[in-house]
């Protein structure tokens, strides 16, 4: 009921007693009018520690976790790290394994393809419940989980975010200054989920290859909000190493003073989150 967004995540325990890959899922808030969004995580064996710690020092269900589920994480420049490394990462930071938000529905990931949920190692499911002028109570979110014990293609979620956006007011159009990531791998392509707030009209990823070529990953010409969604190709899309860059676009015209990056409605952000496996 306060006038901020609140942020609570909650620890849930892992639903399977081995190693198993998670290749659909479909949320279903009893009342979906009370969330902006859900994301649940698989984070470290220390991150879990750490979080537990949250979670006892919390007087309400769950904790607060505005902006992540483990306070305080940085991200490194992946640029900077070499192919070994990129392992460590996909294991240290936090992963999504399950997004939702207004439009999307049951998703299934590509045939052969699924990400890891180890035995006995529990999930943090992250709500975000908007500000609305009054106090609400969310009666209960379902998460449904389908699993199997073996997948050709192991897949991760990688974040692109273009956290540097800060929009003038009362534009029709205006842009985020865009964000570039170097890889030292080769990786595969199946889709991607967009993200933006509600001022959010257009983004653009594109991919460099050492020759200078670039390729477009992804074009959303007309966001809205009320539509979010994994999204596959047809045919998944093979990259060579190279640079990533992404950028978005904004109407700000209902808006009378500078929009930034942040978690909450009233902010802006520019996240693609990509589907990948290693070829």
């Known amino acids: 009921g306060g006038a901020s967004d609140e942020y609570r995540c909650f620890i849930v325990d892992n639903p399977t007693t081995k190693d198993m890959f998670l290749t659909g899922y479909d949320v279903v808030p009893d009342d979906p009018s009370v969330t902006h969004h859900l994301v649940t995580y698989l984070i470290s064996e220390n991150d879990l520690a750490t979080v ?5 020092e919390d007087d309400q269900p769950g904790y607060t976790c505005f902006g992540g589920p483990v306070r305080n994480f940085v991200l490194q420049n992946l640029s900077d790290l070499s192919i070994d490394d990129i392992q460590f990462i996909l294991d240290e ?38 500000s609305n002028g009054g106090v609400v109570s969310d009666p209960g979110i379902s998460i449904h989980m389908q699993l199997e014990e073996d997948v050709d293609n192991p897949a991760a979620v ?16 205006t842009m985020s200054p865009g964000f570039s990531l170097e890889l030292p791998i080769d990786l595969t392509v199946y889709g991607f989920g967009p993200h933006m707030h509600d001022l959010g009209r257009t983004m653009r990823v594109t991919h460099e290859d050492a020759d200078g070529n670039t390729t477009c990953v992804a074009d959303v010409d007309r966001w809205d909000f009320g539509w979010q969604d994994a999204w596959w190709y047809n045919d998944p899309k093979f990259f060579r190493g190279g640079r990533y860059s992404i950028q978005c676009g904004y109407d700000t015209r209902s808006r009378n003073e500078t929009t930034t990056w942040g978690a909450s409605t009233t902010d802006e952000m520019c996240i693609g989150y990509f589907y990948v496996t290693s070829p």
């Open 52 to 56: 537990r710690t949250y979670e006892t």
């Open 158 to 173: 990688l974040p692109l975010p273009d956290t540097q956006v800060n929009l003038a007011p009362g534009q029709r159009l």
């Open 93 to 130: 930071v936090p992963q999504p394994r399950i997004l939702w938000a207004p439009g999307s529905g049951a998703v299934t990931t590509p045939a052969g393809t699924g990400s890891a949920i180890p035995a006995g190692r529990a999930l943090v499911v992250q709500v975000h419940y908007p």
